[in-house]
């Protein structure tokens, strides 16, 4: 069975996960994720490591929705949990600003109230994509 690429790429680790992407256009993003019993921590809410990241992909797919033959790594994100994130997860973000080289981002995650309950800000660097015959693992980050 395939991945589906509904990023543009195939990311085994988001499948994975479970995240849906709805919307990847003009610089913002939204994502949605429904958090399964093995992603809770031990007090039976979405693990923070889950939590940030559905924030980092949310904040990579806005910045690479401006050119979607581009990849992006991440190279910095700030992270504020303000409560806990339960029931279906929204997260949308938004490209703040970009350069030539680098992307400056913002992402919020709701809850399935519309309360936001985490919020980061991250910053990418634009990388070319590999050709699909080189190895899987070259990410050029000169």
């Not at 994975?16 to 919307?23: K, S």
């Not at 970009?98 to 990418?124: N, P, Q, V």
Request: aromatic content about 6%; charged content about 20%.
């Amino acid at each position: 069975m395939s991945t589906p690429k509904l990023f543009g790429v195939e990311i085994p680790f988001v499948h994975h996960l479970g995240f849906e992407l709805v919307m990847m256009e003009g610089g913002a993003s939204e994502l949605t994720y429904l958090p399964k019993r093995e992603h809770m921590n031990s007090f039976l809410v979405t693990h923070g490591g889950a939590i940030m990241t559905l924030l980092d992909v949310t904040m990579a797919t806005a910045a690479r929705s401006v050119d979607l033959e581009t990849g992006v790594v991440t190279i910095e994100m700030k992270t504020t949990f303000m409560q806990p994130c339960k029931g279906l997860l929204t997260g949308r973000g938004r490209l703040m600003h970009r350069t030539k080289s680098m992307a400056f981002t913002e992402a919020t995650i709701c809850d399935a109230e519309g309360k936001a309950c985490a919020h980061s800000t991250g910053t990418f660097k634009y990388v070319k994509r590999p050709a699909p015959t080189a190895p899987a693992n070259t990410i050029s980050t000169d």
